[in-house]
């Protein structure tokens, strides 16, 4: 008679975990009796050919030593959900159906047959609250006749057949860690290339920390100078603006004191213009009308800046000429002044005021 296994995911339809019925099989088998080297019975466990366990991935094999506080349930090879079952069909006949492992914080615990998985194949247990419940079907006679009709049920004759079979499941079981140990090595190997990658990109962008450290330092030293440079100036505009203050206030304290020709004369700023020269003026006129257009230039031609006299004269002129139909008149200023030019003994400077004023007033008519 031909025998074939396979076993099988069983998902669940609409049905809670636990529940009977209500699940479907897989397409695809997690694995046939082709993928099975032999079975210890007497311990219901399955050994994998060492093709099959080749077939398993790597990242597969590596979730067997994920820590069972970790694992969510299922199969950690085959990649099945907590929820799911597991079947063995012989010849297409359903006759081990079971779960798989649930993690530690799962509220549901498996009661009956449970799919546990090892290095080198899975072993089928039953948990029950009768051992001897009937409902225990690994030993059905189908199963059995389907092991030893593909010849793969182990019947030792003596102990070093025995021996023999379990120095090739560890052999199996060497190979399998090998190359998990090979795989974790290429993974730190990796693992160690990113790390440097990674240090080399760190150190890099702390090198450009750095250099925009140095750069921000000097715009803040550049910040401060400039700082520091317009308080100083700040300092020494406003040092001008009360010295001018203090010169306007000293000025306008002096025009008022002001008696005398002399008075007005010494008062003189080349800086004055506005109110305040026309202050000066109005002042200046008054203490010539007082004194005298003669007394006028000769205390003018004794003043020690010569270049202030023609400033003082314009001053005094400009004033005249604005206001001529109020004040004394330009004539009187013109006959005033050419009779000053009669007298005997002047002075270069004194002739020159008085030409520069006639010629000013005769251009004034």
């Given amino acids: 008679m031909t025998y074939t296994i396979e076993v099988y995911n069983l998902n669940p339809i609409g049905s809670r ?18 993928d099975i080297r032999s079975v210890d019975w007497n311990g219901h466990k399955i050994y994998f050919t060492k093709a099959f366990i080749d077939s398993i991935s790597i990242k597969d094999k590596q979730q067997l030593m994920t820590s069972d506080i970790l694992h969510i349930g ?11 079952m597991f079947g063995i069909y012989v010849n297409d006949e359903l006759v081990v159906k079971g779960y798989y492992p649930q993690g530690l914080a799962s509220s549901f615990m498996a009661i009956g047959h449970v799919f546990h998985e090892e290095m080198d194949g899975v072993i089928i247990t039953y948990s029950g609250i009768d051992p001897t419940s009937e409902e225990d079907t690994r030993d059905d006679e189908r199963l059995i006749a389907a092991f030893k009709g593909l010849g793969l049920m182990q019947e030792f004759d003596d102990e070093s057949e025995i021996i023999r079979s379990d120095y090739k499941s560890l052999e199996i079981e ?22 440097k990658e990674q240090m080399d990109i760190m150190e890099s962008q ?36 009360d010295s001018l203050n203090t010169q306007w206030s000293e000025f306008e304290t002096g025009l008022n004191n ?68 109020v ?9 005033s002044i050419n009779e000053y030019l009669q007298k005997d003994e002047l002075t270069d400077w ?8 006639l010629a000013e007033l005769s251009g004034s008519k």
């Avoid at 199969?75 to 959900?81: E, G, K």
């Avoid at 860690?177 to 993974?187: I, P």
């Avoid at 001053?315 to 005249?320: F, G, N, V």
């Avoid at 004194?350 to 004023?357: D, L, N, T």
């Fill in 17 to 34: 975990i636990g529940e009977e019925g209500n699940y479907e099989k897989e397409d695809k088998p997690l694995f046939t009796d082709k």
């Fill in 74 to 84: 299922g199969s950690r090879l085959f990649n099945t959900s907590s929820m799911d």
């Fill in 174 to 195: 060497k190979s399998i860690l090998q190359d998990l140990l090979e795989a974790k090595d290429d993974e730190i190997e990796l693992a160690i290339v990113k790390n």
């Fill in 206 to 241: 702390s090198n450009q920390i750095k250099e925009y450290e140095i750069q921000i330092q000097s715009l803040q030293d550049a910040k401060a100078i400039l700082e520091d440079k317009v308080t100083q100036e700040d300092v020494i505009i406003q040092n001008q603006i």
């Fill in 258 to 325: 002001a008696k005398t020709i002399d008075d007005i004369l010494g008062l003189y700023m080349p800086i004055i213009d506005g109110a305040y020269a026309e202050a000066y003026a109005i002042k200046l006129y008054e203490t010539v009308e007082q004194y005298g257009v003669e007394s006028f230039i000769s205390k003018l031609s004794l003043i020690e800046n010569k270049g202030y006299i023609y400033d003082i004269t314009y001053l005094l002129l400009a004033y005249i000429e604005i206001y001529n139909d």
């Fill in 327 to 335: 004040l004394s008149g330009v004539d009187t200023y013109v006959l």
């Fill in 350 to 357: 004194e002739k020159s005021i008085c030409y520069y004023m």
